[in-house]
């Protein structure tokens, strides 16, 4: 349930109404209040500045920025390179990163 309303509020955000019709067809559920979800999942975004965005968005936000910085921010030591926790370095050596 929790998931599924995220990813209602994130289809609302982005205006996706058919793909949200669809979604409430298939998986009917009780709308879940923001406030709820943020103290499902341990945070709160009430008073910073992706308050206005999808929850979703602040969940990836956090781990691209916690697995991930360089990502974000460009390389700042010679071991940034290093594959992260959920990257694989291929046989050829580059590291595979997943997608987002």
Known sequence: MLVNA??????????????????EHEAPT???????MEAALGVATESSDVANFP??????FQHVATERPLALHGPTTANDDAPAAN??????GRVQRPAL
């Not at 995220?6 to 109404?17: D, F, S, T, V, W």
């Not at 009780?30 to 709820?36: I, L, S």
């Not at 990257?87 to 050829?92: C, G, Q, V």
């Open 55 to 60: 929850l979703l968005y602040s969940l990836v």
């Open 87 to 92: 990257e694989k370095t291929a046989a050829n």
């Open 30 to 36: 009780a709308a879940v209040d923001r406030r709820q």
């Open 6 to 23: 995220l990813i209602r509020e994130y289809l609302e955000y982005n205006g996706y109404a058919l793909t949200q019709t669809v979604m």
